[in-house]
């Protein structure tokens, strides 16, 4: 039995299932009810409700009842400039944050998500009796960002969740189905739930899943076709429409007509209205008719995303259907007509992302099948070298997960730490990226210049949370810290992050020569100063004279700041050190063979030959 429970955090409900012998399996809660309304009300004392009291408006008025609030998860009030609408309940919030207010206190999005999880962790310790359920696998649409899903795995924790995976709505669908079986081929996932239609083009490789395209419509979903109705139905009475109570009744009605006709072929509705009694027998041909717009809104989203995919409707093997509006006849005759094949609607629609989230759970826990799903960086990720320079060691768009590693070293003699600073962005300059965290790896013994070996690796974990380790390799020191890689970037920042790098970029770079070259140089110039003084003992004045003006010249050209004049001085004075290393380096070996102290000149040995001087 999977003790790992996989939850699908809907915008309008939530679900959570687990595996089963027989297979992934929705709980129920106490009702036998599989469905959790996504919202929370706050009484009088300011107690919080969740499900289906606080959405019937049992519990508050509508501006302490919040829903549909996984729409603000990771992002910034000030993004939803005049995409916003009309909300019943009052927002607050800047560039990084959105708050809820209600009475005297403050919710954010991801409050509010963690008490609906906690809700549902809770319905599962209850059902499954006497274990306590603390590993979670949470879906997200596949179009978030690092900020949201790492708002959405807060939120797991904020409500006592361990989150093992972040799994992509898509995915989940294609994983529930089994599809991940087939090791390769191309799914499109079409989920028309009440509010939203999203489409997703995955590709299958070995058992790996892929996005490679989203596209939808955030303002399309049950609820238009609800209104439709509504409307067809108050055609002849629609001075009634500014009575709420009467408008909420026929709405319930004409919800209830539409699933009906998703089975049969007609439908009657009777209701007393205070205009006379309204009684209307629907056919489903009608219904299509009236729907059929709607319908073909959605399919612009399908061709759109396989356009991006670069992918035509007969390069999709397989098609699967979610969302509670996919049961609709229509809607699955269009979409079967569109990728040319039948969809596969054999699961509840209104269930498959959650059991799917179950069967991921079930593979971390250590069930049989594995899978693991792909996503891409937003922005590079890298660390400040000598000089301001970010050295990239993730770039944009790299597949996640994903690992780079480099090594670097100190610049000062008897160094025992060493600042790492991540950054994120595609500028050449430090200063022109985003910090994302410093921390300093200290306590590695003191060692000359350029000796201790600091390894730097970044690993983005499946979830898109970035882990980075510095370890001094002689010594053994280790320092490891959890990066939030764009958690408050709004998509706008990364736009001008992006735009700034392109408008930027050849300054930049000839920026960067510069500093790279005199950061080389200042490395240099002291031990070949040190060098042609050790060298003045040994060897005549006049075998000096090629080196000393190298040196000369190295100086000059780095005052002057031209990159390529320090590049070439450094290569001038590199082989002018030639013939005086390898007259030290031979020194040192015989000073070993005379027996002198040996681990101690061979580590003289060594540096001379890392140092090439
Ligand atoms: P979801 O957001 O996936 O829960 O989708 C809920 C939407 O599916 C609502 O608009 C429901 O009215 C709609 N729905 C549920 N059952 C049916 C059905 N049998 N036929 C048509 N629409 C349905």
């Not at 879906?139 to 708002?151: I, L």
């Not at 797991?156 to 991940?180: F, H, K, Q, S």
């Not at 060691?393 to 600073?421: K, M, W, Y």
């Not at 200063?431 to 390894?455: C, H, I, W, Y």
Request: with cysteine; charged share 25%.
């Amino acid at each position: 039995m999977g003790k790992v429970i996989g939850i699908d955090l809907g915008t309008t409900n939530s679900l959570v299932a687990w595996m089963t012998p027989q297979g992934p399996q929705i709980v129920p809660d106490n009702e036998g009810r599989a469905l959790l309304p996504s919202c929370v009300a706050f009484d009088e004392q300011g107690k919080p409700q969740v499900g289906r009291l606080a959405r019937q408006g049992a519990v508050a008025g509508p501006e302490r009842t919040f829903f549909s609030f996984k729409r603000f998860m990771g992002r910034g009030l000030t993004e939803f400039a005049g995409e916003l609408g009309y909300m019943p309940y009052p927002i607050e919030g800047d560039e990084r944050t959105v708050r809820f207010p209600a009475g005297s206190k403050e919710y954010s999005p991801v409050q509010l998500s963690a008490m609906v999880l906690a809700t549902l962790k809770r319905r599962a310790e209850r059902y499954l009796g006497e274990f306590i359920l603390n590993e979670a696998v949470i879906t997200v649409p596949a179009y978030f960002n690092d900020a949201q899903r790492q708002a959405t795995k807060d939120a797991g924790e904020m409500a006592g969740l361990d989150v093992l995976r972040i799994l992509n709505e898509p995915t989940a669908a294609a994983l529930a189905y089994g599809l991940d079986q087939r090791k390769t081929g191309t799914i499109a996932v079409y989920d028309l739930g009440g509010g939203t239609f999203d489409v997703s083009v995955l590709r299958l490789e070995g058992g790996v899943f892929q996005v490679l395209a989203t596209a939808g419509d955030n303002q399309l979903g049950g609820d238009n076709i609800d209104d439709l109705l509504t409307a067809a139905l108050l055609s002849e009475t629609p001075e009634l429409i500014q009575d709420r109570n009467w408008l909420n009744q026929v709405r319930n009605l004409a919800e209830a007509a539409k699933k009906d006709l998703s089975t049969q072929e007609t439908v009657r509705v009777i209701l007393d209205l205070p205009t006379g009694p309204l009684d209307r027998t629907i056919r489903r041909e009608d219904f299509e008719t009236l729907i059929t717009p709607l319908v073909e809104r959605t399919l612009k989203p399908c061709t759109q995303a396989l356009q991006d995919a670069g992918l035509t409707p007969g390069d999709i093997d397989e098609v699967v259907l979610v969302g509670g509006s996919t049961r609709i006849p229509l809607v699955k005759r269009r979409v079967a007509e569109l990728f040319g094949r039948t969809p596969h609607d054999e699961l509840n629609p209104d269930e498959v992302v959650a059991l799917g989230a179950a069967v991921q759970a079930d593979v971390l826990a250590g069930g049989t099948r594995d899978v693991l799903l792909l996503d891409v960086t937003p922005l590079s990720l890298g660390i400040e070298t000598l000089g301001g320079v970010m050295a990239r060691l993730i770039d944009r768009n790299s597949t996640i997960p994903c690992q780079a590693r480099e090594t670097f070293t100190t610049a000062v003699d008897g160094q025992t730490g060493i600042e790492v600073h991540v950054l994120q962005g595609e500028r050449e300059l430090a200063q022109d990226n985003r910090s994302l965290e410093r921390f300093t790896l200290k306590g590695f013994p003191p060692m000359p210049a350029g000796l201790p070996k600091v390894e730097v690796t970044f690993l983005i974990d499946a979830n898109g949370i970035l882990n980075v380790t510095a370890h001094e390799l002689r010594s053994g020191v280790e320092t490891t810290v959890e990066v939030r890689p764009s958690y408050g970037v709004v998509d706008a920042q990364v736009e001008q992050m992006l735009e700034d790098a392109f408008i930027h970029g050849e300054e930049d770079l000839q920026q960067r020569q510069r500093i790279e070259a005199q950061v080389e140089a200042d490395r240099r110039l002291p031990k070949a100063e040190e060098l042609l003084v050790e060298m003045q003992s040994q060897v005549p004045e006049a075998d000096l004279i090629p080196f000393s003006t190298a040196l000369t010249e190295l100086q000059t050209s780095y005052a002057g700041g031209n990159y390529k004049a320090i590049n070439a001085a450094l290569e001038a004075l590199e082989a002018a050190a030639q013939p005086l290393v390898e007259l030290r380096m031979n020194q040192s070996v015989q000073q070993a063979l005379q027996n002198t102290k040996l681990d101690e000149v061979l580590a003289k040995v060594e540096q001379a030959r890392r140092e090439g001087l």
